[in-house]
Every structure is written in C-alpha cells, then in structure tokens.
C-alpha cells in the first residue's frame, strides 16, 4: 500500500520547511461543548438548540474587541438555510458550521461572508457561494464507499483563499489542493495558517497535471471549469473514486459533472448548471 506523503509539499513535491508545518490534526469534534457537533447541527437545523433559536433575528456585527463575536450563531443560520436548501450530509454540515469563512474573506466583506452569495478574493477569482461549495462536498460524501465515513486522501484544484480545503480537511483524511497563482496560494497559506490544519497540504503549481505524487485519490473536487476534465485528473482517481468538477459545453455554458471510476470504468453524469472561474493552464 502507498503510504500517505507527509505535509507539507510544494508543487515538486518536495518537503517545504519544518517551520512551516502546522502542528495539530484534525479531527471532527465529537466533544459535547463544540456546538457544531453533527447531533447540535440538527438541532440548530430544526430551530431547538440555543444558537438556532434567535439568530435570524440577530444582525451580524462585530464584536467589541473588533472580532466577529456572533458570528457562530450567524454560521449555525447558514447552516440552517443550506440544510433547508436540501444539503442533508451531517458531516458537511458540521464542517460549514465549524469553519469560519468570514476569515477568508476581506474585512470589508466579512460581513456578507454567511450570505449564500460569492465573494471576491482578489486576483480577478472568487469564493462559491455555500450552497454550491457545500452541494459538492455533498457529491463526494456520497460517493464513498469507506464505512469510515471518511474521505482518504482528497485532491483539489484552485486552493483560492483557501476556505474549501479547510471544510475538506474535516472530511477528509489527507487533503492536497493546488492553486496556480501565486498571490492566492500565499493568501491561503495565510489564512490556513493560524488553523494549524495538519492534514491539508498547499501546493502551488499548475492543477491540470494533478499531482501525481498524492495519488490515487478518493476524491477530487475542482473550483475551476475547463472543457473538458484533464486525463490526469482521472487517471490519478482510485477506482472506486469519485471526482466533482464544472465542466464547460462549446457554448461556453457550464454545469457540474461527477465522474465515478469503477471497476468497468469512468461513468459521468451531468447536473445542475453552475458558473465558476475558468480552468487555466500553466502558473501565474
Ligand atoms: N475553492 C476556492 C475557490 C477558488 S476559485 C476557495 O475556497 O476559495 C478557483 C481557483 O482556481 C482560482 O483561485 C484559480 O486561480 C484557480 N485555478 C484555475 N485554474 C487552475 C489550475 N489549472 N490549477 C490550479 N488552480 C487553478
């Protein structure tokens, strides 16, 4: 069996500097205190728990200290709403309560940051909106086949600010997202920084090839649509993988399409339409 690679890697795949490395794993927090636990979720979700009662009432300020003091109970809301919205996986809804994507974003917009809306990140790309982010972490909870009810090792291409690898990394055994601009994989590295995520692993370079080095996945996600899905992409899916990505017709129209690499072989299926950043080769 490959042993899994030790973080954290560049696009060479070449240990980075031990004082880079973050040092906590984690773990989905089962602990009865942590609020976002699957169980308090539902309960936020049906309105009973004490974060989902008053919240749709309650602006979203920021604290005195200058911090975003309420804003768990304005997550758990989100959490809410996507739930009715149809997300119905405890684990991604756990992972969306317990990150703060109000730390991914811009001050200036942290205050939109639980609206179902995207947000700039700089360099010209942008933050999905939850509902999308959260329908695709969905697509490949449902594709796995381990009883562990853990993704292994996952690959994303188009890091961003950040915010997607770091709902990965609670879904997650390893996570590798690569991102091909440079200002935005430092962004990241920033953002992901203070969150000591052990298992997520940044990787700057171009997200066409893959990454070879981490292979096979069981799953890859993509925040970028090409037209069509590189070969090196499912060539380095696990069979019994699964891969989410937006994938663009001749008319420029882009939907989401779900890639299962079976015994027999690829089988795709095509769904909603969806509009992402474009897929770009090469690093800038
Ligand atoms: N998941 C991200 C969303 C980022 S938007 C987040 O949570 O913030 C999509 C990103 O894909 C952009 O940052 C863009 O630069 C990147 N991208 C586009 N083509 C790429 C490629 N070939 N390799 C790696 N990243 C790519």
Redo the contacts with the bound molecule.
């Keep these: 069996m490959k042993s899994p690679l030790k973080p954290p890697y560049d696009a060479a795949g070449k240990a980075a500097s031990a004082g880079s490395r973050p040092a906590f794993p984690v773990r989905l927090n089962t602990d009865k205190s942590n609020p976002f636990a699957p169980k308090k979720i539902a309960a936020a979700v049906r309105g009973t728990s004490a974060a989902g009662q008053n919240d749709l009432k309650r602006p979203f300020q920021a604290g005195a200290s200058g911090g975003l003091g309420l804003d768990s109970a304005v997550r758990a809301r989100m959490v809410r709403l996507l739930a009715e919205q149809g997300v119905q996986n405890a684990q991604v809804l756990a992972a969306l309560g317990a990150v703060q994507r109000h730390h991914?974003v811009d001050t200036a917009l942290a205050g939109m940051a639980y609206e179902d809306t995207s947000l700039p990140?700089g360099?010209g790309?942008?933050?999905?909106k939850p509902n999308v982010?959260a329908r695709m972490l969905e697509l490949l909870q449902q594709g796995l086949t381990d009883a562990s009810g853990k993704l292994g090792r996952v690959l994303?291409?188009?890091?961003?600010?950040?915010?997607?690898?770091a709902l990965l990394s609670y879904l997650a055994t390893e996570v590798y997202s690569?991102?091909?601009?440079r200002g935005?994989h430092d962004k990241?590295r920033e953002n992901l920084r203070t969150l000591r995520l052990a298992n997520v692993h940044l990787l700057f370079?171009?997200?066409?090839a893959g990454f070879v080095k981490g292979a096979p996945y069981a799953a890859i996600i993509a925040?970028?649509g090409g037209d069509a899905i590189p070969v090196a992409w499912t060539d380095q899916l696990a069979v019994g993988g699964r891969l989410v990505a937006p994938l663009q017709d001749a008319s420029g129209a882009q939907a989401l399409v779900v890639i299962d690499k079976t015994p027999q072989g690829l089988r795709q299926t095509l769904l909603e339409a969806v509009h992402?950043?474009?897929?770009?080769?090469?690093i800038g």
């Design positions: 991914f990140i360099f790309q942008t933050i999905s982010v994303e291409i188009g890091t961003g600010c950040g915010y997607q690898a690569i991102e091909r601009l935005l990241a370079g171009d997200g066409m925040a970028a992402f950043v474009p897929l770009k080769s090469g």
